[in-house]
């Protein structure tokens, strides 16, 4: 097992005092008994750090995993999502997420995507207040521009912790990731590897330089560069191989190639 841990340097910091592990296991599209079981492997594999959202439909396998898992709660970093169609509904919304993992509080509350294309400032200030409760630990949103949460931290003097957004080699964008660290945002990425192309001939040619493969490349990249991964998969052997990242190292030449990596 490799033991990522929650307190060594693969975290990032949550503003004000918290810690967020750069890897994560993504559950979009895991449904039913496969959900439970991904989520068996990935923490029997060393991940403490799952993210769902209300939307996927599988709070409650992820939620059977982690107490069939034996591991205790304050050692895996749960994130779920409020939909944006659940506005107005906040707090139920977050009490059914609570009962159906299982929990008494969430390290992670987003909103999925900002409402309506709008920022959600109402739903934010129930966010606040929910953090203030001690019933989620973290919040933040997902799919936002920096104006979005611009608006959101104007509201109510509470900047979101976390945007939780597509990113991959070929999306990388220094400016916004410069910009969302000078508000004190963390950069959460998803679909890693949906979003890259995984022939691409210079990761290939890296991956066979360690005698790893292009999506263990692409995790090392996001950890070297302390941007939170979280990959999906149904297969156990691939659970375990993406997290397997931790006998190599990208040199500065190879991760500034990574940065700009095009998809031609
Ligand atoms: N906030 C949002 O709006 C949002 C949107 C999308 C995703 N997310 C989150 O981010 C997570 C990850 O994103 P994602 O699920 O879109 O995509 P992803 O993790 O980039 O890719 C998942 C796909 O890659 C395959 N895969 C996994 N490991 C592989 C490997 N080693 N080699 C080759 N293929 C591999 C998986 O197939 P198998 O399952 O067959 O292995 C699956 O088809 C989601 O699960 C979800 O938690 C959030």
Known sequence: MTDIGLTSELT????PSGQIPLIGFGTWQLRG???RQ?????????YRHIDTATG???EQQVGAALADSGVPRDQVFVTTKL?????GRERRTLRESLDNLGVDYL???????????????DSWKVFVEAQGEG?????GVSNYSLDQIDTLTNATGVTPAVNQIKWSPFLFDRSLLDASRKRGVVVEGYSPFRAAKLDHPELTQIAEKYGKTVPQVIMRWHVQRGIVVIPKSAQRERIESNIDIFDFE???????????????
């Open 38 to 46: 991904a989520v068996s492997w990935a923490l029997e594999a060393g």
């Open 135 to 139: 019933l989620v630990r973290n919040i």
């Open 83 to 87: 939909p944006p169609d659940h506005v």
């Open 107 to 121: 390290d992670l509350w987003l909103i999925h995507w900002p409402p309506n294309g709008t920022p959600g400032e």
């Open 56 to 58: 996927y439909g599988n």
């Open 12 to 15: 990032a910091p949550l503003p």
């Open 33 to 35: 008994d496969e959900a």
């Open 250 to 264: 990208l040199s500065a030449d190879e991760l500034n190639a990574v940065d700009h990596l095009t998809e031609a």
